[in-house]
């Protein structure tokens, strides 16, 4: 379809859309910020509790027999560090553009290798 009216308004036209655009991220971004924090808090609280608690003398499962013991931790995990990557993306994206991904892909490594290494 073939816009008409001067230059002028077509440009208005849209520079008022890409103003709306911004305005609309500009009222989520606060919402994904907090809510990357909030996430990054709960991962921070249980990798301490983590080591913290078998200091108390609480008993766990050794890492051998988690499947058995936990059944829905794998899943409960996966789906935590997939939701802390896209948070993780969001909040960097409007930063760092394509960026990003490899920022995401760096993130997500170095927690497996922490992971990995650590239990």
């Given amino acids: 379809m073939r816009e008409t009216g001067s ?19 500009r009222s989520v971004r606060p919402a994904l910020a907090t809510s990357a924090v909030l996430l990054g808090a709960v991962l921070s609280g249980g ?10 003398g609480v008993k766990t499962a050794p890492p051998d027999e988690w ?17 802390g990557l896209f948070l993780a993306a969001a909040a960097l ?14 993130l997500g490594m170095a ?3 922490f992971i990995t290494f650590t239990f």
Wanted: aromatic share 14%; glycine share 2%; net charge positive.
């Fill in 7 to 25: 230059l002028h308004e077509r440009l208005l036209t849209r520079a008022r859309a890409a103003s709306a655009l911004a305005l609309s991220f």
């Fill in 47 to 56: 990798i301490v509790l983590a080591y913290i608690l078998p200091l108390l």
């Fill in 67 to 83: 499947e058995v013991a936990y059944p829905r931790l794998f899943p409960s995990a996966a789906i935590a560090m997939l939701t």
């Fill in 93 to 106: 994206w409007p930063v760092y553009g394509l960026w990003t991904l490899l920022i995401v892909f760096q």
């Fill in 111 to 113: 927690a497996f290798m």
